[in-house]
């Protein structure tokens, strides 16, 4: 929406809620408290002047110090723009009310970012992972995230390969323990200066 | 008033017609379309993209890349892998000595081509590639990979023939500014063919 | 003993748990569900994803910009003109560049063949799922060749295109490519005229696509569905005429509605659909001016994609894909490579009301509603 367009939802939503704290960051609208946000997206979508029944997209993101969480309203009644709602969390604590009751779209896609950036969405029906499988560990998509090497193993493997009647080679056997004598992780490391 | 199974019907006569009709009518009109591979083979189109070569001009050693490395660079799944030549005083000649390409990573997305500067790098039509081991049999090296001038313009035509023009624009512009200044006033470039 | 009083007590029934498994011709991929069935009506239904995750979207953030392209024709790889379609207007959007006459006409002509081509896959696909065995597919499939030679002329390639650059197009259409696309134009209405009267009015058809599957607009509007699926639930809402993005608002066309929200309502929205992107290409093609494909500012970025470095910002640009709202979201830090990419799949989201659609009903017609959601495997998993 043009800049005029989210000044006027911003004071609206100011008149309407005035305990919800806001903030314009660009052309989107940023909720400083987490809390309020299921209350700003239900006015949103209640109220006849806006009407914004679609959630578009709900997507996560990681920016170092916080992770952030982005979603992109439109209204499918009045054919009108985007509004672009921010929440910031710390990663020490990423809770989120979840926008599932609100808008079932939200429920696959809150699962998408929590499966990529560990953001734990409160109040949604069924949050796990969505593409990884159960007991992986980690969330890739965090820039801090470290690839395990998939052709190093690791003492833990080769008990369990050795469990269930793998042979391993010998030299494989060695660089495990010297891993685990190290206290390492088996990790792809980027080189130092890329190539060109 | 139709009958039950009138639709059935009506779809029934419809394939009746294929059938009969795909005896007498021409391939693109509803005939059989079959080719007959390997022994008859498709017309070649020519924008055709499947994996790269390299072009020379007249023998393998006048080969027109100069192992700038931007198509290793630019290659979006970094399939290229590319050494200067150095010759004997220790001077980077500008030849490459290593021009290896793994068609096992290459996604024929045509990016080399796009971004060489010297009309060095393009997408031939060869599509039938095979290897007898799946990791370093398809590994292409730079003998390999070399084709000639000739050969290019027998698989693309128009783009030979435009890059072929332009080569020799640029050579008879090189040759105008370094002759000397003639009799009267004017240097002559010398009389070049038509273009085609 | 135990047997005994077994087998009298054979009128309870036990709900079993299959696995619709990622290894099964009819689910457009690999794509698992677990089915609790009773007898042979479905009491629950939890769809698995992650088996084709290829981790697009961390992939993107260490390419630059313009390399990232033929990755997006991987995403929804039965028409690969759409995604590039909208990672262009993504990028426009964030680094302000504009795109010259002739190359919008290009892509919209380009777009709308890649919306038939997609929708008579999945009519074809869908048919094959009822028990048509092939014969409706290989009759769609002989349009769909002459469609992808043509691809195969101008972009390079019949699937995976990377035919659209950051301002314009790659290259252009010449006089020849112009006058096949007319051929298939003007010989494609016949084509659905034969069509139509092998299927629309066929008792089988009917009796097991109307009824099946409904689903009310205003859930749809709520979970995010988007494309022929909503339209058949009566929602009025096409991308191409609410964003006017692009030359969409020059060409005049109407957006066909369905009633009911069935089976049989989807697979006739699309048959319309193809109708009204046929006379949007007439309109095109009769109008198409002369000029320049691309615009003179990106020219250097095809030859040095390393140096394009769009402002500090973020951008949401989405385009109406024959599945749906494809959408992309690009957030840029001034460096050459994205800080963070996002695509909004339309596939994915609308696999949200798949559960509901099919409970109660047998296990026959889940594989037939989810041939009419559309998916594809590359986009849900990404």
Redesign the interface.
């Known amino acids: 929406m043009s800049p005029l367009a989210i000044e006027e939802v911003k004071k609206n939503l100011e008149a309407r809620l005035p305990d919800v704290k806001l903030r314009l960051v660009g052309d989107s609208l940023l909720i400083e408290n987490p809390e309020d946000l299921p209350r700003v997206a239900l006015f949103l979508k209640e109220n006849p002047k806006f009407l914004f029944d679609y959630l578009s997209s709900a997507t996560g993101a990681d920016y170092l110090t916080f992770l952030e969480s982005v979603y992109h309203l439109y209204s499918m009644a009045q054919k009108q723009g985007p509004v672009v709602l921010r929440v910031r969390v710390t990663k020490n604590n990423p809770r989120i009310p979840s926008l599932a009751p609100v808008y079932r779209s939200a429920e696959l896609q809150e699962r998408e970012a929590f499966d990529t950036f560990g953001i734990i969405y409160e109040g949604h029906p069924d949050l796990r992972r969505l593409f990884m499988w159960e007991e992986f560990q980690g969330h890739p998509l965090r820039k801090d995230y470290e690839q395990e090497d998939a052709e190093v193993l690791e003492a833990a493997d080769i008990a369990w390969l050795e469990a269930r009647g793998i042979k391993i080679p010998d030299e494989m056997k060695e660089k495990a323990k010297t891993l685990q004598a190290a206290g390492q992780r088996a990790i792809t490391r980027k080189p130092e200066k890329p190539r060109n | 008033m139709t009958i039950f199974g009138w639709g059935v019907f009506k779809g029934m006569m419809v394939t009746l017609k294929n059938f009969l009709t795909s005896y007498f009518r021409k391939p693109d009109e509803g005939g059989i379309f079959t080719v007959q591979y390997p022994e008859e083979r498709e017309k070649a189109i020519e924008n055709f993209r499947n994996f790269p070569f390299l072009v020379y001009d007249g023998s393998p050693e006048k080969i027109r890349c100069v192992a700038c490395g931007i198509c290793e660079r630019e290659c979006p799944p970094k399939c290229i892998h590319i050494e200067m030549e150095i010759d004997v005083a220790g001077k980077p000649t500008r030849k490459p000595a290593v021009f290896d390409i793994d068609y096992g990573l290459c996604m024929n997305c045509g990016m080399c081509e796009e971004v060489c500067p010297f009309d060095s790098i393009f997408m031939d039509h060869a599509f039938e590639v095979t290897a007898p081991e799946r990791n370093e049999g398809l590994v292409r090296n730079k003998k390999e990979l070399s084709k000639s001038n000739e050969y290019f313009q027998k698989v693309r035509p128009t783009l030979a023939s435009s890059i072929d023009q332009k080569r020799k624009a640029a050579e008879e512009k090189k040759k105008a500014a370094a002759a000397p200044q003639g009799v009267g006033g004017q240097a002559q470039p010398p009389q070049g063919q038509e273009p085609k | 003993m135990e047997i005994i009083n077994a087998l009298k007590n054979t009128d309870e029934t036990q709900i079993l748990e299959i696995n619709f498994g990622p290894q099964h011709p009819s689910t457009h991929g690999v794509f698992r569900m677990t089915i609790q069935l009773e007898g042979e009506k479905i009491c629950g239904l939890k769809p698995v994803?992650?088996y084709l995750?290829r981790?697009h979207?961390?992939i993107a953030e260490n390419?630059?910009y313009?390399?990232?392209?033929?990755?997006t024709d991987r995403l929804d790889y039965v028409n690969a003109l759409a995604n590039n379609f909208g990672y262009a207007l993504t990028i426009e959007k964030l680094a302000g560049l504009e795109v010259p006459e002739r190359a919008e006409y290009i892509r919209v002509i380009m777009a709308e063949l890649a919306r038939v081509v997609n929708h008579i896959t999945v009519i074809g696909f869908m048919l094959n799922d009822l028990g048509a065995f092939f014969?409706p597919l290989l009759?769609a499939f002989?349009e769909r060749e002459r469609i992808l030679?043509l691809f195969?002329?101008?972009?390079?390639?019949r699937l995976?295109n990377?035919f659209f650059r950051f301002g314009g197009v790659?290259?252009d259409l010449t006089n020849a490519n112009l006058a096949a696309i007319q051929k298939i134009v003007s010989k494609f209405p016949a084509f659905l005229k034969?069509f139509e009267?092998?299927?629309?009015?066929?008792?089988?058809?009917?009796m097991r696509c109307q009824n099946i599957g409904v689903l009310s607009g205003d859930?749809a509007?709520?979970?995010?569905?988007t494309g022929p699926v909503l339209r058949a639930s009566g929602?009025n809402?096409d991308i191409r005429k609410?964003d006017h993005y692009s030359i969409y608002d020059r060409f005049d066309f109407k957006i066909p509605l369905g009633e009911k929200g069935d089976v049989y309502d989807r697979f006739y929205v699309r048959v319309l659909e193809i109708r009204e992107s046929l006379k949007i290409l007439e309109q095109a093609l009769a109008k198409i001016p002369a000029g320049e494909i691309i615009n003179k500012k990106s020219l250097p970025l095809?030859?040095?994609?390393?140096n394009f470095k769009p402002p500090v910002?973020?951008a949401?640009g989405?385009v109406e894909s024959p599945k749906g709202?494809l959408?992309f979201?690009v957030?840029s830090d001034g460096t050459p490579q994205p800080?963070?990419y996002?695509v909004?799949a339309p596939s994915?989201?609308n696999?949200?009301?798949l559960e509901e659609m099919c409970l109660g009903q047998k296990i026959a017609d889940a594989i037939i509603i989810l041939g009419s959601i559309d998916i594809v495997l590359g986009e849900t998993?990404r």
């Not at chain 3, 313009?66 to 990755?71: G, L, N, T």
């Not at chain 3, 009267?197 to 009917?206: D, G, V, Y």
Request: glycine share 8%.
């Open positions: 994803f992650g995750h981790n979207e961390q390419l630059p313009a390399a990232i392209m033929p990755y014969t009759y002989r030679d195969e002329e101008i972009t390079g390639s995976m990377n790659k290259r034969e009267a092998l299927l629309t009015k066929n008792e089988i058809l009917c859930t509007t709520n979970a995010g569905i929602v809402y609410v095809l030859k040095m994609p390393r910002g973020e949401y989405r709202e959408g979201y957030v800080w963070r996002h909004r994915l989201i696999l949200t009301v998993d």
